[in-house]
């Protein structure tokens, strides 16, 4: 027990010094940013949540050792949180009257992750639409600065263009994107415990996953008042509706892996799949609404009992 939590304080610190790579500036730091929860996940996933709470709390106070209150605040809000969460519900477990473990389902992992998300980014925004400066106005602000940075040679009419094309979006993107890579470290983690033996809980089907049905009223609710309001609630509305429907592109997804299981050449079919989803957003989009028709018309049921039939 005392290896374990030696283990988890150590994996802690290593997941908090990836968390601020970035800072140094070097090639290939940001990397290790996207990468900062997978340490605790390892922990997690392996020895409890308990380990992963320890885990989770020697990373905040490293964070603030070397970067301060706000680096620590940061640190437990968007890694150690939500990393300490998945770990929790991944390991909740019940015994079905025939016997059988019962796991808790990925699908309201995930579906709690995007609400988590969902309400940070509306709350911040809600804070302030009664201050002096939007959110819009202040992710405006951050692209200005990011891009005058990152692109210098940018004319102004370049960098206007660019900055208008992104800040519709941007809060909803990045929402998205941070599920996406908690997703993605959460998988990476229980792929090497299960090469190694040490998985407390067997990997799920990725082709049997199942959204809760609660999942569809917050987002069916944002998507409306993203059309129907203006202004900052309208800018709020939609960027937490696009975070609220990543659930459902995962689950897009699930279904098409049911789908190319049952042909030949399968895994070059994934292959040429992902790629696509790499370089287009319609298809990004298609998967999702193919997720959502899953969830409200139940494909995979209904066409597994064509088959039968």
Avoid at 14 to 29: E, H, V
Avoid at 99 to 116: D, E, M
Avoid at 249 to 259: D, N, Q, R
Wanted: proline share 5%; hydrophobic share 60%; net charge neutral.
């Amino acid at each position: 027990m005392q290896k374990n939590m030696i283990i988890a304080v150590g994996g802690g610190g290593l997941s908090a010094a990836a968390s601020m790579a970035f800072l140094s500036g070097t090639p290939g730091a940001l990397l290790f940013a996207y990468l900062a929860t997978l340490p605790v996940f390892l922990i997690g996933f392996s020895f409890g949540p308990v380990a992963a709470t320890v885990a989770g709390l020697s990373g905040f106070v490293i964070a603030g050792l070397l970067g301060g209150t706000l680096a620590a605040s940061m640190y437990g809000l968007v890694h150690a949180l939500p990393a300490w969460l998945v770990s929790r519900q991944s390991l909740l477990q019940t015994t079905a009257p025939d016997g059988q473990t019962v796991w808790y389902p990925v699908g309201s992992i995930l579906a709690s992750l995007a609400l988590f998300c969902a309400g940070f980014i509306g709350a911040v925004g809600l804070f302030m639409m009664g201050s002096a400066e939007s959110l819009a106005g202040l992710v405006s602000e951050y692209l200005y600065e990011a891009f005058g940075y990152m692109a210098p040679a940018m004319t102004a009419v370049e960098l206007e263009g660019m900055v208008n094309m992104l800040v519709s979006m941007f809060p909803g993107a990045m929402g998205a994107s941070w599920v996406l890579m908690l997703v993605i470290n959460a998988l990476l983690a229980q792929t090497v415990l299960v090469r190694m033996a040490r998985n407390a809980r067997p990997s799920p089907r990725f082709a049997d996953l199942v959204l809760p049905h609660w999942l569809a009223w917050p987002m069916v609710v944002m998507a409306a008042i993203g059309l129907l309001a203006s202004g900052d609630l309208r800018y709020i509305a939609q960027n937490t509706a696009i975070i609220l429907a990543v659930p459902y592109f995962f689950l897009g997804l699930s279904v098409i892996h049911w789908a190319v299981r049952r042909l030949a050449f399968s895994t070059p079919l994934l292959v040429g799949l992902y790629l696509v989803l790499l370089i287009s957003s319609w298809a990004l989009l298609f998967v999702a609404a193919l997720g959502m028709a899953e969830q409200w018309a139940g494909l995979r049921n209904r066409f597994s009992t064509d088959e039968h039939n």
